[in-house]
């Protein structure tokens, strides 16, 4: 094996996948899903001159890396001719499931205005852990010092910077809104905690291009709470998202969570893996946080490939 050397070039290869953040095989990169967390495929055979590619309806986008020999491209069995600009890897992307792919002349990108999830950029809220963070909090007290959703942030909050340090043994990184600076913002995963009236980046967050909360909180507590079409009502409603950052690209802000695999789960690490989607809501007025769950879930879901709540 070690005088054969390493198969740089495979002349087959295949990747199964349900996300991006674990999306490249030998001369594959998946770059796109209709339907994140479901299942994903693609099996390539390189021949002397055509790459022949199958991928399953759940792939939108992904590239190939053809090598030199590889002058075209047969995909779900039509040929494609691709785009001759010298690049390694050559990009399709399609519209949709039933819909034919088509060459096109880079990746699928995030961005304002056309926000789409990408490797890295994917949910779900965990995920925002995998990155160099900073924990943000608030600057006072939303609503009283005795609100039901005060005591929870409060208690959440310190509950992943304890468990940061007891069981990923390191300190996080922790700033008060107003300590948080430009280059913060660009270098880190802002992990926010409070409400739009106790914390201004909250406040700010709520102003993201394409953002599928709306969230108001009152004296008394939350006022309005949507998400995407579900609307929450009562005091002590708290939302939590993973969301592309505006502050800093190729960053996310996670708001209101930590990780959601808790002490219940600690028994074995093969359960030390996300519980909760890219966004849930907890009933902070509700049953305490337990070594489960950070409260009550009066909902939780996936956001589709352009972020948005299904």
């Known amino acids: 094996m070690v005088a054969d050397g390493l198969e740089r070039l495979p002349e087959r290869s295949s990747l199964q996948t349900r996300t991006l953040r674990y999306n490249t095989a030998p001369r594959l990169q998946l770059l796109g899903l209709a339907e994140h967390w479901e299942d994903a495929r693609l099996d390539a055979d390189f021949g002397q ?30 040929p494609i001719s691709p785009i001759s600009d010298g690049q390694p890897l050559t990009f399709f992307a399609r519209e949709s499931a039933s819909a034919p792919f088509a060459c096109v002349a880079a990746a699928p990108t995030c961005q304002a205005g ?12 965990d995920d925002a852990f ?36 007891g069981l990923f043994r390191g300190q996080a990184r922790c700033k008060a809104a107003s300590e948080v600076t430009a280059q913060d913002k660009l270098d880190y995963n802002l992990i926010l905690w409070g409400t739009p009236s106790s914390n201004p980046l909250v406040a700010d967050f709520m ?28 005091g002590g409603a708290v939302p939590q998202i993973i969301f592309p950052s505006k502050f800093g690209p190729g960053r996310y802000v996670l708001l209101n969570s930590g990780t959601t695999f808790r002490e219940g789960h600690d028994g074995t690490n093969s359960m030390q893996n996300p519980k909760l989607p890219d966004w849930a809501v907890i009933d902070a007025s509700g049953p305490p946080p337990n070594a489960t769950q950070p409260g ?8 589709d490939d352009q972020w948005q709540c299904k």
């Open 130 to 165: 995998m990155a160099p963070f900073l924990v943000v909090m608030p600057e006072s007290v939303s609503s009283g010092a005795a609100s039901a959703v005060d005591r929870w942030v409060e208690s959440e909050m310190y509950h992943l910077l304890n468990r940061w340090a």
């Open 114 to 125: 056309a926000l789409r999830k990408v490797a890295g950029l994917q949910g779900p809220m």
């Open 207 to 234: 102003s993201t291009p394409g953002l599928p909360l709306v969230w108001e909180s009152g004296p008394t507590g939350t006022s309005k709470l949507l998400m995407g079409t579900q609307a929450f009502s009562g």
């Open 49 to 78: 001159a055509v790459a022949t590619v199958t991928a399953s309806p759940n792939v939108l986008a992904f590239a190939v890396e053809g090598g030199r020999r590889t002058t075209s491209f047969v995909v779900n069995g039509l």
């Open 296 to 303: 009550a879930v009066l909902s939780a879901g996936f956001m």
